[in-house]
């Protein structure tokens, strides 16, 4: 080949050479933008798949959620009405015990009659109208017997008309 315009030409295996160089280059240049487009196309159908799952399982939730809230308000309002039912069942108790000895008291003075009954943390404090001191120290004798009432005094001794008096007694309460 000739020397063109003081440039140096190339031979035809030269040509040759570079036109294959070029020609593989532009192939596998092709080749790895395809192979990363199809790489990328996996990653975003990945993606849309993800997404479309979270969504459906975020629909899901939401409705358990709702459900989970009620169950935990509906356990809740039931400790507290578990609470409750044995507050009740406490002072359901306890009323039957006073309707007890309230009934035990009115028995055991029979012959007096119980004007007022106190009742206090430990102790009661009665107070009954009976005929006379005899017949209110009679009365403080059946009080004894009664189981739960311990120690029963006779405080005071109020007189009333037509003789009667009204007797005023302690007892420290005990288990039944």
């Known amino acids: ?13 030269q040509q040759y050479a570079l036109r294959r160089w070029w020609f593989l280059s532009v192939v596998l240049g092709i080749g790895i933008l395809l192979v990363m487009s199809i790489l990328h196309g996996l990653q975003v159908h990945h993606w849309y798949v993800l997404t479309a799952e979270y969504t459906v399982l975020a629909q899901q939730t939401q409705a358990l959620r709702g459900t989970v809230q009620a169950r935990e308000l509906l356990s809740k309002e039931q400790k507290m009405l578990q609470q ?3 507050k ?4 359901k108790q306890s009323l039957a015990l006073v309707h007890t000895r309230i009934s035990q008291i009115t028995a055991a003075c029979a012959t007096a009659q119980l004007e007022t009954c106190k009742w206090h943390k430990n102790q009661v404090e009665l107070v009954i109208g009976c005929k006379d001191a ?3 120290t009679q009365c403080v ?7 739960g009432l311990n120690t029963i005094r006779l405080v005071s001794l109020s007189p009333r008309e037509n003789g ?6 302690k007892a420290q309460l005990g288990s039944l």
């Not at 009740?88 to 002072?91: E, G, K, L, S, T």
């Not at 004798?141 to 189981?147: A, F, S, V």
């Open 141 to 147: 004798g059946q009080l004894q017997k009664i189981n």
């Open 88 to 91: 009740a069942d406490r002072v």
């Open 134 to 136: 005899m017949a209110a």
């Open 84 to 86: 409750k039912k044995v």
């Open 164 to 169: 009667a008096v009204l007797a005023t007694m």
């Open 1 to 13: 080949m000739k020397n063109i315009n003081f440039v140096n030409t190339l031979s035809h295996k």
